[in-house]
């Protein structure tokens, strides 16, 4: 977890292993970052902007972990943060209230995701880099872009105590976000596409790259 502070400039947290995560340090309360990669020894950086894309580093550390078997997958972060998301656990809920095991939670949480909300053309062209999905206000527009998607049938399915993770990266040639549940009884990761379902697109020859895990 880290903590913004209070200065009024811009900070950036840099978190490594063997890929670089870059995230904005925008509240001053507490945020939590997942560490994506698992067991091993990362290093944390935090950068303070001296002026317009200038930053210097303020300090960095090194440790090593041991994680709990699927411990960033299973809690909110900055990505995905349901811990500040009453609608979204309570919608959740609702939709596995009934469910018959943990497949069929999977299904019905992205067969709503899938169904309840539309893409957003026109915030798909001005939304800004750094943007973070506010699960709640996605869950009232009903709509956003394949971010929100994502971030929203993560949240919910996580809510229910199923490893489910984030995934940005590209999907033929557009750079997209999708997600991935481990499903047990498969013991292996299943990539759900709420935003391609949704748009009704055929996904059967679409080549799936994945960047970074949230």
Partial sequence: MARRGNTERKLKLR?????????????EDWTAFPLSEGDG?????????????TYLSVFAFTFEVELEPFAPFLRPNQQVDYANSPLTLAKAEELTAEA??????????YSFVSSALNYDDQWAKTVQSGYIP??????????GICLDFAALMTAMVRSRAIPCRLVVGDAGSAYHAWVEVWEEDRSEWTRYDPTFTASGK????????PKFYY
Avoid: C, H, M
Wanted: net charge negative; aromatic share 10%.
């Fill in 134 to 143: 506010v699960l709640d206000q996605v869950l009232r527009k009903e709509g």
């Fill in 202 to 209: 055929d996904v059967s020859g679409v080549e799936y790259t």
């Fill in 41 to 53: 020894k990362y290093t944390v950086a935090v950068f303070e902007q001296v002026e317009d894309t």
């Fill in 100 to 109: 018959d095991g943990q497949k069929e939670e999977i299904e019905k949480i």
């Fill in 15 to 27: 978190i490594t292993k063997e890929t670089e995560y870059i995230y904005d340090l925008t509240e």
